[in-house]
């Protein structure tokens, strides 16, 4: 970030000097024979320069520390609730599996017992019709 700073100082001082500044300073509209700073409307003093200063750390700051901090708990944060939610789910999954063979297993349970009270009343039937014939005959 040093290496930065120094880049824009070095072009600021060299705008501001003249040489490239002059050209800028026609461009902008500076009256003729007049230096960069003479195009705009303020001054350039301390106070601009150190509030530049604080906005373009601020910025920096934002950007390179802040931003990727508070994107770096998040990113940990989703990923505890999403383990914990895939937690979750595979206990409702296994709960869910258990109930539903535990229904499977009742349901097995009482067919077979339908099945065989239909076939107990089918012998009954058969009975019945048996001692009607023997009766009858």
């Known amino acids: 970030m040093r290496g930065l700073a120094t880049?824009?100082?070095v072009m600021v001082a060299a705008i501001f000097a003249g040489g490239m500044g002059e050209a800028l300073a026609q461009a902008v509209g500076a009256p003729?024979?007049?230096g960069?700073?003479?195009a705009f409307p303020f001054k350039l003093d301390a106070n601009s320069l150190t509030t530049t200063g604080v906005?373009?750390?601020y910025a920096w700051h934002n950007?390179?520390?802040a931003i990727p901090d508070i994107l770096k708990q998040h990113?940990?944060?989703n990923k505890a609730t999403q383990e914990?939610?895939?937690a979750e789910l595979s206990d409702a999954r296994k709960t869910f599996q258990d109930q539903l063979a535990t229904v499977m297993h009742d349901h097995r349970e009482d067919s077979l017992g339908v099945t065989k009270?239909?076939?107990e009343l089918a012998n009954s039937v058969s009975s019945l019709q048996a001692s009607i014939s023997s009766r009858t005959a």
């Open 32 to 34: 003729p024979g007049g």
């Open 117 to 119: 009270g239909l076939a």
């Open 36 to 38: 960069l700073a003479d």
């Open 63 to 65: 950007t390179a520390r």
């Open 84 to 86: 914990r939610f895939t």
């Open 75 to 77: 990113t940990e944060a």
């Open 7 to 9: 880049i824009l100082g």
């Open 55 to 57: 906005l373009a750390w």
